[in-house]
């Protein structure tokens, strides 16, 4: 019998959080065949090794060096044979019935070339990963943009992130998924490719789903079902890092509007997406530094 669903996971100094998430996949495990494959990107703590050792049926891979998310997640499709691919990130936490449902959920829509279940925080809270794809407006009304967080209940928000579909709990068609939980079939990925190498990790989810809708291929939520993301688990790392995630994900935004919005660099739209992006990758990189360094020109009281 041929393998049902291939389980692709990438990754980077996991930690505890690989663990977890191995831990739970295979304790909610689907009533079909499957097969987990982890692709390590070059990890410096001992994450291989505790993986190798508590979880010795995963079908371990190492990249030589850290290429990115897209081209260790691609060397894992490589190897992997399922009818379905399920891109999960390691820092989830899978939740009873939730792979199945998306299964289901595929053998019954043949024109849903992928779907998800919804993405939540672990104290409960969705995440909104299932949206539109962007627009110029969402540079200021983006899942995690300023005006979103301090008034998530304006109409511009809502309609990109979905928010009353989701609410409504029944499958709904979207236009794009994260890559954290994103299951796609084996003959999309055969017809239009694996996930885009140019990406390094940011937007590479985006531009595959955008692919998968030009393809005449329908993109699924299923918020009925949910799996813990703890997407901010790693948020508190060192300046450097902080600073080449924001770096990043400007660049992928710039790549995605490139590809798929304006194809000549002579056009007025590139210059003010270049000008737009930077100016606003640096105001993030400083306010961020400026919370960073508040507590310290704080005045100490005195004892």
């Known amino acids: 019998m041929p393998t049902k669903l291939s389980v692709v996971m990438v990754n980077y100094n996991g930690g505890q959080l690989v663990l977890d998430c191995l831990d739970s996949l295979f304790n909610c495990v689907p009533a079909y065949d499957f097969e987990v494959i982890v692709v390590d990107n070059k990890s410096v703590d001992d994450s291989t090794e505790r993986i190798r050792s508590a979880f010795p049926t995963v079908n371990l891979l190492q990249m030589e060096i850290n290429e990115g998310l897209t081209k260790a997640f691609n060397r894992g499709v490589a190897e992997s044979c399922g009818e379905y691919v399920l891109s999960l990130d390691n820092d989830t936490i899978v939740l009873p019935g939730s792979l199945d449902a998306m299964i289901e959920f595929a053998d019954r829509t043949p024109g849903a070339g992928a779907c998800g ?22 540079a200021i009304f983006g899942r995690g943009s300023w005006l979103t967080k301090w008034f998530p209940g304006n109409s511009v928000s809502r309609s990109y992130l979905m928010c009353d579909e989701e609410a409504s709990e029944q499958p709904y068609e979207v236009d794009t998924l994260s890559a954290a939980c994103l299951m796609v079939r084996r003959q999309v990925i055969d017809e239009i490719g694996p996930l885009d190498e140019s990406f390094f990790v940011y937007w590479c989810d985006t531009d595959w789903c955008f692919r998968i ?22 948020t508190k790392h060192r300046k450097g890092r902080r600073i080449r995630g924001v770096i990043d994900f400007h660049r992928g935004v710039y790549r995605f509007y490139r590809k798929h919005y304006v194809r000549s660099s002579w056009s007025p739209m590139n210059v003010i997406a270049i000008v737009g992006l930077s100016l606003r990758a640096g105001l993030l990189i400083a306010a961020d530094e400026f919370k960073r360094w508040m507590p310290k020109l704080q005045p100490k009281s005195e004892s």
């Open 117 to 138: 279940v919804k993405l939540v925080n672990p104290d409960g809270s969705a995440q909104h990963t299932a949206r539109r794809f962007p627009r110029v407006s969402n």
């Open 213 to 234: 809708k030009e393809g005449g291929w329908s993109i699924y939520s299923i918020p009925s079902h949910q799996i813990i993301h703890n997407e901010n688990s790693r």
